[in-house]
């Protein structure tokens, strides 16, 4: 009988994980997907980079013959997030998309919430000048007028401009508490901005900032439709091993 062929979405840690452990479902075919905005992943993939939109995600799912999608990206990636659950209803196949669950605030915690880099940008000039900007390369241009604050900035590989005013950090996590202290306390840090990615590879700079009591700007998640969800990888298991 032909194997199912499953369309996994990298691009997070559990994506990772997702596929190592299916390396023992001989009943599935995964073609491992990743973006390619790192040069060097920590996993071999099946394929590189975008599909073209939609109408491109259609066309591969088709040409590929791909009879199951499961869309592990990271919870800020909305954009192929959409485009998978669009084109995998288009198409008529299964889809579940694998979210880790974000951070819950816990008592010390000083978060300040906000929906967006530009809500973030805009309340940082109140809560301290010396600025721990942990956003990755992407969105550094939000920030990129804020001449009277200072920047440490944490990401994998090196950003394009505009670049806010301070220092680039190069350093891929997970990262220890004692680090994370350590590093507060070198840059003299008086802030903290950081998306609500959740999981616990990068978690111990919040860890960090509570017991330094730092403030938080918390990004909070974009919001999604509607769609067949899972927080863990143990239930994309149940769920795959339910459609084969
Ligand atoms: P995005 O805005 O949702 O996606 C941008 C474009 O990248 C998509 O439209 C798609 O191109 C392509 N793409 C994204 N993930 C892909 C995948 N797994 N396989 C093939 N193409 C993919 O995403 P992003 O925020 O730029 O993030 C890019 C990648 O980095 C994602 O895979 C995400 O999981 C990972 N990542 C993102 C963050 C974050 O904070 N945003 C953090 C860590 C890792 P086409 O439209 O041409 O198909």
């Known amino acids: 009988m032909r194997r ?3 369309l996994l979405l990298g691009g997070s840690s559990e994506a990772v994980e997702l596929q190592q452990r299916l390396r023992q479902l001989t009943q599935v075919e995964v073609i491992f997907s990743l973006a390619g905005s790192v040069s060097q992943p920590r996993v071999e993939a099946s394929r590189i980079g975008g599909f073209g939109g939609v109408d491109g995600l259609v066309e ?13 990206t990271h919870p800020f990636a909305v954009k192929i997030s959409l485009n998978a659950l669009t084109a995998a209803n288009t198409v008529g196949i299964p889809h579940l998309q694998l979210v880790r669950l974000p951070w819950e605030k816990q008592q010390g915690d000083n978060w300040i919430e906000v929906e967006s880099h530009q809500e973030a940008a805009e309340i ?10 942990t956003i990755g390369r992407q969105e550094l241009g939000k920030y990129a007028h804020l001449y009277q604050l200072w920047f440490l900035m944490r990401m994998i590989e090196s950003p394009s401009p505009p670049i806010p005013p301070g220092e680039i950090l190069l350093a891929r ?5 004692q680090q994370e202290i350590e590093l507060l306390q070198r840059y003299r840090i008086q802030v903290i901005v950081s998306k609500n990615s959740g999981g616990e590879a990068t978690y111990a700079k919040i860890l960090a900032a509570r017991q330094l009591s730092l403030p938080v700007v918390m990004i909070k998640r974009p919001p999604f439709p509607p769609a067949n969800r899972v927080f863990t990888v143990d239930a994309a298991i149940d769920w795959l091993r339910q459609l084969l």
């Open 4 to 6: 199912k062929r499953l």
């Open 60 to 72: 591969y799912i088709r040409r590929e013959g791909i009879d199951l999608l499961i869309d592990a």
């Open 124 to 133: 940082l000039p109140q809560l301290g000048e010396r600025v721990f900007l």
């Open 173 to 177: 996590g997970p990262f220890s508490l």
